[in-house]
């Protein structure tokens, strides 16, 4: 993901950013040419929205499917797949009514495909990173802990077009969840003919949204769009055809997107000086937040003063300066602005500060580093600092490197792998150090604590219990009351950085060139892509 780092994280309502012109009522003039070439910096690891766990997958989902809500131009979910919707004074119970749709195989869309999905989200050896979302639902958190069986989740069918709910709590963010890829419906027969490899390419995959895929397997960094005729609202998708590609480095579709074969390119900083006071210039705040994970499969890295060593030696503010950024430093995992306190309007990034986590100071690293050697009967040690390949990763991960050489005894290697390979590596917790970005779902801190609770396949292996339970709490016992909610958020963001599990570096943003012939489009903040839906070709 090449970046330029800026000052505040918007809501999602403020910054779903369109482009001049987007809420124009199209024309046969204006859609001639119904083709788009597009660059991305992400790649699609898979195509399965139980199991996705990355930005570029999320974003390429967005486009080719769709739940019961969808975000609109405004930010705001919008009733999708569900024409109507009936809820209980208690707000506990919901009931959908579908709209009469295919999916783009001509198979029916039921309700039934939304009952198939959500128990196999919830069930445990799915190992999907959208599980601890199931304590939504009734009987969902003793599901995922294999308390009960899937088939008592409070989901249920009692039509083939009528979804019924039973919410464990009222929740007030539920129409946000329910626009995300994760409680997309997912058809009930690709997923039992294709078993373990749904997802693993467009051959065992079938879309519902305004595109279907077309030639994309792990291999590929390319592949194709094509409109979806049997998507319920395919009047307003406008585009026939968009070809992706997909490279780590800018400087491929810099050089087409100046050819006149790409319609866009991402920037890497020495391409923003040059191209930031042009009209095609945009500039997008994003979810997104870039942080440092240790491995507490390291037994080193499972002593807290060699973790706090490591957090106080790393200059974030230099980081930024090197990478041309004009962003500051993260002061917690939240960004800033992002979850306010509803009876002060604080934001929590404040609440929860806890200024050693995240203050460089290389005398107190050096003290630290030196009593936590001496804990663990070191006289020196060998990390190896993970990063995907791309510039902002690499520049990222060297910096780093530069910094924690400070510390005595302390040999530091990179390795820069590509993004399928960095996910892979993480789950598998074959890291030392990993420079990890990552976005949030949601307008809510949930999405971004709920990396390190112990039940998460992208844990880093640390297991506290006092921190799942407030997360758990936050969810299945407080999703109505706003400022308990709050205020679990808070302890348990206290209690990660003064655990020192994680470093927070810096927020994302991302810098574009779009040819102004181009659009329509609605930047998603969550997920740093584009949805192509209302897109256009001038």
């Excluded at 807290?304 to 993260?330: C, D, F, V, Y």
């Excluded at 990034?349 to 050697?373: F, H, I, M, P």
Aim: glycine letters at 4%; proline letters at 4%; a positive charge.
């Amino acid at each position: 993901m090449k970046v330029k780092q800026k000052l505040g994280v918007v809501t999602l309502v403020a910054i779903s950013l369109l482009a001049a012109g987007c809420s124009k009522q199209n024309s046969k003039d204006e859609t001639k040419n119904s083709e788009l070439n597009w660059a991305t910096t992400g790649e699609i690891t898979t195509l399965d929205a139980s199991k996705v766990a990355d930005t570029a997958s999320m974003g390429a989902l967005v486009n080719m499917g769709e739940g019961l809500y969808r975000i609109d131009k405004t930010g705001k979910p919008k009733l999708a797949l569900a024409d109507k919707v009936t809820v209980s004074k208690d707000k506990k119970h919901y009931d959908f009514y579908l709209r009469k749709t295919k999916w783009a195989n001509n198979e029916d869309l039921t309700a039934e495909d939304f009952v198939t999905t959500y128990r196999r989200i919830s069930d445990p050896k799915t190992k999907s990173s959208s599980m601890g979302l199931m304590g939504l639902f009734k009987n969902g958190k003793d599901i995922v802990q294999g308390k009960k069986k899937v088939t008592s989740l409070g989901v249920s069918a009692p039509s083939k077009y009528h979804l019924h709910f039973d919410l464990q709590v009222p929740n007030t963010m539920l129409k946000e969840y329910l626009s995300l890829p994760s409680f997309y419906p997912q058809n009930s027969r690709i997923l039992k003919k294709a078993g373990s490899r749904y997802g693993t390419s467009s051959k065992y995959f079938v879309a519902n949204g305004p595109f279907k895929i077309k030639k994309w397997d792990p291999n590929q960094k390319n592949w194709v769009l094509i409109k979806n005729e049997n998507y319920w609202d395919k009047k307003h998708v406008h585009l026939k055809k968009i070809n992706v590609q997909s490279n780590a480095s800018t400087i491929t579709s810099y050089n087409l997107y100046q050819a006149g074969k790409s319609d866009n390119t991402f920037l890497d900083s020495s391409q923003i000086a040059a191209n930031e006071k042009k009209k095609e210039f945009h500039d997008f705040p994003t979810y997104a937040i870039t942080r440092m994970d240790f491995n507490f499969k390291n037994k080193a890295l499972k002593n807290l003063k060699i973790r706090q060593a490591i957090a106080a030696a790393i200059n974030r503010h230099e980081l930024l300066k090197s990478l041309h950024s004009t962003s500051k430093p993260l002061l917690g995992l939240i960004p800033e602005n992002y979850n306010k306190n509803p009876k002060t309007g604080t934001p929590l990034e404040k609440d929860a500060y806890v200024k050693e986590a995240v203050t460089y100071n290389l005398q107190r690293a050096k003290q630290l580093w030196s009593a936590g050697k001496k804990e663990e009967n070191l006289k020196n040690l060998e990390l190896t600092v993970l990063s995907d390949d791309s510039s902002a990763g690499e520049e990222t991960a060297e910096y780093i490197q530069s910094n924690l050489s400070e510390l005595p005894g302390l040999t530091v290697k990179v390795r820069h792998v590509p993004l399928t390979q960095q996910l892979a590596l993480t789950a598998a917790k074959n890291y030392d150090l990993n420079i990890y970005s990552t976005s949030t779902q949601i307008p809510s801190a949930i999405d971004l604590l709920n990396n390190f609770k112990s039940t998460t396949p992208q844990s880093p292996g640390w297991d506290n219990k006092e921190y799942d339970s407030l997360l758990t709490d936050a969810i299945n016992k407080n999703g109505a009351d706003p400022i308990k909610q709050y205020q679990d958020y808070v302890k348990a963001e206290k209690l990660l950085m003064k655990q020192q599990v994680t470093i927070p570096l810096f927020e994302i943003n991302n810098s574009v060139l779009i040819k102004s012939k181009v659009k329509g489009y609605i930047f998603m903040p969550n997920y740093l892509e584009f949805d192509f839906k209302s897109v256009y070709v001038n």
